[in-house]
């Protein structure tokens, strides 16, 4: 009885503590992105000059996040979460009081770095404190905070821009930041399990410049068509190095990042399912909002609106998931989600255009609740046979798959409107639409991944308790 209150504070108050930092980072980005026509202003810069604060944190993210795991193994856990959170909230203060452009944008690199050791080493933390048969209400826990941050944002972003200093903007992460750090310190325990290990210069350079030029050439997609053939070819050179990495890996005694884990299969099956029906869903909003605005004519702010349907689901998908994954337990359940959340993709294209706006914002609360069980339940299942010796390489590569999925989403979903609009579709509309099928298409492949689970697959994390 007495390890009973043990047991419930790393299933709730450590989940809580290491999800402030994804808390900042989604509410960073999003109050950014509605502060910079201001910031530029302010500045005295236009808008497109300040698209380098976008640019140099994600060069920042993509060199710290593949030594995450080398940095959590060297110093514990504990200690490098604390510092990662130490360097983020540096970083703020840091963009709030830059004087210039330059500096702002020196700063925002700074952020970066912290940003990108952040959520690896958040998970490690986690996986080491909590007991395997806690981790589906754990996981829960964790990734409910982090949801607050787009819904919150971009409304929080416009009330400082409009009353306050845009210095404001980073500065709103500084009281969260210190919360974290006051917490950390009283209550995660000193970890004392360190691996020491030479750091792997080759492997640093490949993977982190491979990254860096795929999550670059991202954005370029958008762009015109002599950039967007450039950026395909950034993508290509970007995975091109991170393939280069693995077969270095693979060859190396010590890399970077160990690929063994890659040999549990419930974990490789989470990170390439879980991977193809991240890309998948991340293409639903910006495809559905073209839909919305074109076929409906409804405002930009009537679009966001639908959309946040999809966050309210998310989060209110967080205090059932866990009754959910154990009454049908993971197999059943990723295989059935991944259908029903391609369905209501397909659905949403072919029928959007004519269904009463109440309807689309109620099949979008669905999607985000289906979506939220969906990766509660990958994120709990993951890591259930990983050996703590391997949880620090198993959280980055989940963390890298995560970004470049989400990437590689938008560039699917642009990818398929410019082909289906060179084939001759009668409207863009059309071929959005039909680009959104494609996308749920793509989305269901997800369940082959799936399917190769055992019928019992982590069972034992699934625990007895339903909340």
């Given at each position: 009885?007495?390890?009973?209150?043990?047991?419930?504070?790393?299933?709730?108050?450590?989940?809580?503590?290491?999800?402030?930092?994804?808390?900042?980072?989604?509410?960073?980005?999003?109050?950014?992105?509605?502060?910079?026509?201001?910031?530029?202003?302010?500045?005295?810069?236009?808008?497109?000059?300040?698209?380098?604060?976008?640019?140099?944190?994600?060069?920042?993210?993509?060199?710290?996040?593949?030594?995450?795991?080398?940095?959590?193994?060297?110093?514990?856990?504990?200690?490098?979460?604390?510092?990662?959170?130490?360097?983020?909230?540096?970083?703020?203060?840091?963009?709030?009081?830059?004087?210039?452009?330059?500096?702002?944008?020196?700063?925002?690199?700074v952020q970066g770095l912290g940003g990108g050791l952040m959520t690896p080493?958040?998970?490690?933390?986690?996986?080491?404190?909590?007991?395997?048969?806690?981790?589906?209400?754990?996981?829960?826990?964790?990734?409910?905070?982090?949801?607050?941050?787009?819904?919150?944002?971009?409304?929080?972003?416009?009330?400082?821009?409009?009353?306050?200093?845009?210095?404001?903007?980073?500065?709103?992460?500084?009281?969260?930041?210190?919360?974290?750090?006051?917490?950390?310190?009283?209550?995660?325990?000193?970890?004392?399990?360190?691996?020491?290990?030479?750091?792997?210069?080759?492997?640093?350079?490949?993977?982190?410049?491979?990254?860096?030029?795929?999550?670059?050439?991202?954005?370029?997609?958008?762009?015109?068509?002599?950039?967007?053939?450039?950026?395909?070819?950034?993508?290509?050179?970007?995975?091109?190095?991170?393939?280069?990495?693995?077969?270095?890996?693979?060859?190396?005694?010590?890399?970077?990042?160990?690929?063994?884990?890659?040999?549990?299969?419930?974990?490789?099956?989470?990170?390439?399912?879980?991977?193809?029906?991240?890309?998948?869903?991340?293409?639903?909003?910006?495809?559905?909002?073209?839909?919305?605005?074109?076929?409906?004519?409804?405002?930009?702010?009537?679009?966001?609106?639908?959309?946040?349907?999809?966050?309210?689901?998310?989060?209110?998908?967080?205090?059932?998931?866990?009754?959910?994954?154990?009454?049908?337990?993971?197999?059943?359940?990723?295989?059935?989600?991944?259908?029903?959340?391609?369905?209501?993709?397909?659905?949403?294209?072919?029928?959007?255009?004519?269904?009463?706006?109440?309807?689309?914002?109620?099949?979008?609360?669905?999607?985000?609740?289906?979506?939220?069980?969906?990766?509660?339940?990958?994120?709990?299942?993951?890591?259930?046979?990983?050996?703590?010796?391997?949880?620090?390489?198993?959280?980055?590569?989940?963390?890298?798959?995560?970004?470049?999925?989400?990437?590689?989403?938008?560039?699917?979903?642009?990818?398929?409107?410019?082909?289906?609009?060179?084939?001759?579709?009668?409207?863009?509309?059309?071929?959005?639409?039909?680009?959104?099928?494609?996308?749920?298409?793509?989305?269901?492949?997800?369940?082959?991944?799936?399917?190769?689970?055992?019928?019992?697959?982590?069972?034992?994390?699934?625990?007895?308790?339903?909340?």
């Amino acid at each position: 009885m007495s390890e009973t209150p043990v047991i419930q504070r790393a299933t709730r108050i450590v989940p809580l503590i290491v999800a402030c930092p994804l808390f900042m980072v989604n509410l960073d980005s999003s109050i950014l992105l509605t502060a910079i026509p201001t910031m530029a202003k302010s500045l005295g810069v236009d808008a497109v000059s300040l698209t380098p604060l976008i640019s140099a944190y994600l060069i920042a993210l993509a060199v710290s996040m593949p030594v995450s795991g080398w940095f959590s193994d060297r110093l514990g856990g504990r200690q490098a979460f604390i510092g990662a959170v130490v360097i983020f909230t540096l970083g703020s203060l840091l963009c709030a009081f830059a004087p210039t452009l330059p500096l702002l944008i020196a700063a925002r690199v700074v952020q970066g770095l912290g940003g990108g050791l952040m959520t690896p080493v958040a998970r490690i933390v986690l996986l080491k404190a909590v007991p395997k048969s806690e981790l589906v209400s754990a996981m829960a826990w964790y990734t409910t905070p982090a949801l607050l941050g787009p819904v919150i944002g971009p409304s929080l972003g416009g009330v400082i821009v409009e009353h306050l200093s845009w210095s404001f903007v980073f500065l709103v992460n500084i009281p969260f930041g210190l919360l974290t750090l006051f917490a950390s310190l009283a209550i995660l325990k000193r970890d004392e399990e360190k691996i020491s290990r030479p750091f792997d210069v080759t492997g640093f350079l490949l993977l982190s410049t491979g990254l860096v030029v795929a999550l670059l050439s991202f954005d370029g997609i958008n762009a015109g068509d002599s950039r967007a053939l450039l950026a395909l070819l950034g993508i290509g050179i970007g995975l091109s190095l991170v393939f280069a990495y693995t077969c270095h890996a693979v060859r190396t005694g010590k890399p970077l990042i160990g690929l063994s884990v890659l040999g549990d299969k419930i974990y490789a099956s989470t990170l390439w399912g879980g991977s193809v029906f991240r890309l998948g869903t991340a293409a639903l909003p910006f495809l559905l909002s073209i839909v919305l605005q074109g076929e409906r004519h409804l405002t930009p702010s009537n679009v966001g609106f639908l959309l946040s349907c999809m966050a309210f689901g998310a989060m209110s998908a967080k205090p059932v998931a866990p009754v959910i994954i154990r009454r049908l337990g993971y197999r059943t359940l990723l295989v059935g989600n991944a259908a029903v959340s391609s369905l209501i993709m397909a659905w949403l294209a072919l029928a959007s255009a004519s269904s009463p706006v109440w309807l689309i914002g109620l099949v979008l609360t669905v999607s985000g609740l289906s979506r939220s069980v969906q990766f509660t339940a990958l994120n709990s299942l993951a890591y259930y046979s990983v050996p703590n010796s391997e949880v620090a390489s198993a959280s980055t590569l989940q963390s890298i798959a995560q970004q470049v999925s989400i990437g590689f989403g938008v560039v699917l979903a642009n990818l398929f409107v410019g082909g289906l609009g060179a084939a001759g579709m009668p409207t863009e509309q059309h071929a959005v639409a039909y680009a959104l099928v494609a996308i749920a298409l793509v989305c269901a492949t997800s369940i082959g991944p799936f399917c190769g689970l055992d019928k019992d697959a982590g069972q034992a994390a699934l625990g007895e308790r339903s909340s």
